[in-house]
């Protein structure tokens, strides 16, 4: 890491399937923005908004889900381009959901990130041969 390296900016994710693991005493969203921020700061990218949708299955189209609109809506005013989220898993659970989301995503010019991927893997763009 050289001194010049200028710190990204990103939007946090999170989504929690069921209304029982949602409320004070359960740790989902806790869980999930805490690797989040685990990953943030080893990478050098500054999270300046968090997007959680409760009870939100994997398998709901992503522009159902008023949390990740919201968010979306913050990435086009402020002109931040990425999005990091625990898992994959966490932004859809369905292969078709996962295709049409990425795709719209990648139309864009937004990237996805899994903090349990290797650093700096971006999962909408296109990995060198």
């Known amino acids: 890491m050289g001194k010049t390296q200028k710190k990204s900016t990103a939007f946090a994710y999170l989504r929690t399937s069921s209304a029982a693991n949602i ?60 999005i990091i989220l625990e898992t994959a898993n966490r932004f859809a659970r369905d292969l078709m959901v996962q295709e049409v989301g990425f795709a719209m995503l990648k139309a864009r010019g937004i990237d996805l990130i899994a903090s349990d991927s290797r650093p700096r893997f971006w999962m909408t763009r296109q990995q060198p041969a």
């Open 23 to 82: 409320g004070e005493d359960k740790d989902s969203d806790k869980r999930q923005l805490a690797a989040i921020e685990t990953y943030t700061r080893q990478a050098g990218i500054k999270i300046i908004g968090t997007y959680y949708d409760e009870v939100v299955k994997g398998g709901d189209p992503i522009e159902t889900r008023p949390g990740f609109a919201a968010m979306l809506e913050a990435l086009e005013a402020n002109g931040t381009k990425t």
